[in-house]
Antibody
Framework: QVQLVESGGGVVQPGRSLRLSCAASGFTFSRRGMHWVRQAPGKGLEWVAVTSHDGDNTGYADSVKGRFTISRDNSKNTVYLQMNSLRAEDTAVYYC???????????????WGQGTLVTVSS | DIQMTQSPSSLSASVGDRVTITCRASQRIGTYLNWYQQKPGKAPNLLVSGASNLQSGVPSRFSGSGSGTDFTLIIGSLQREDFATYYCQQSYSIPNTFGQGTKLGIK
């Protein structure tokens, strides 16, 4: 069965960096695009970033562009989110999500991890 | 970026009620519209993709419709387990934006 397990969250001061990881299993990881979606406490869902199946193509929300970098290691079945210059408004639960099985990346998320909480505070 | 606007933001209903949630896109997106259900403390769950395609395992009381800019999620007869927050999301273009959510509570 598909499993996505995020890690790396925690409390970090404004301006510092953090790297999140999402370990995947139960599907052919190297064939699927992967996304990060976040949810601030008590708020709605915000799409953050995407990587294509091979890592050659990426995309970002304007709110994180230039500060966050998504990457993947297909040999480790893991997708990462490097977060630099963190701000208080980046405080959220961060979910990784898998693209639904298809011939191409559709932006439809059929499996999600349990999320990891990032708190940016001094 | 495409903005997604849901209405209402919240509503209260009773078991057995028929409920309608709407989602409007700021530009035409064909049928690149998906619906997710989220319960407190849990990750979202995909209900409907392509505006009207029910995911495997989702009860048939859920249905989706629409195209272009206006979309609807209908729950035909509310069950207790349906009380949750619902989000629409466009997959027409990056960034894949979500609506602000509709919180469905018990009356």
């Amino acid at each position: 069965q598909v499993q996505l397990v995020e890690s790396g969250g925690g409390v970090v001061q404004p301006g510092r960096s953090l790297r999140l990881s999402c370990a995947a299993s139960g599907f052919t990881f190297s064939r699927r695009g992967m996304h990060w979606v976040r949810q601030a406490p008590g708020k709605g869902l915000e799409w953050v970033a995407v990587t294509s199946h091979d890592g050659d193509n990426t995309g970002y929300a304007d709110s994180v562009k230039g500060r966050f970098t998504i990457s993947r290691d297909n040999s480790k079945n893991t997708v990462y989110l490097q977060m630099n210059s963190l701000r208080a408004e980046d405080t959220a639960v961060y979910y990784c999500a898998k693209e639904r099985d298809s011939d191409y990346d559709e932006g439809i998320f059929d499996y999600w991890g349990q999320g990891t909480l990032v708190t940016v505070s001094s | 970026d495409i903005q997604m606007t849901q209405s209402p933001s919240s509503l209260s209903a009773s078991v057995g009620d028929r409920v309608t949630i709407t989602c409007r896109a700021s530009q035409r997106i064909g049928t690149y519209l998906n619906w997710y259900q989220q319960k407190p403390g849990k990750a979202p769950n995909l209900l409907v993709s392509g505006a009207s395609n029910l995911q495997s395992g989702v009860p048939s009381r859920f249905s989706g419709s629409g195209s272009g800019t206006d979309f609807t999620l209908i729950i035909g007869s509310l069950q207790r387990e349906d009380f949750a927050t619902y989000y629409c999301q466009q997959s027409y273009s990056i960034p894949n934006t979500f609506g602000q959510g509709t919180k469905l509570g018990i009356k």
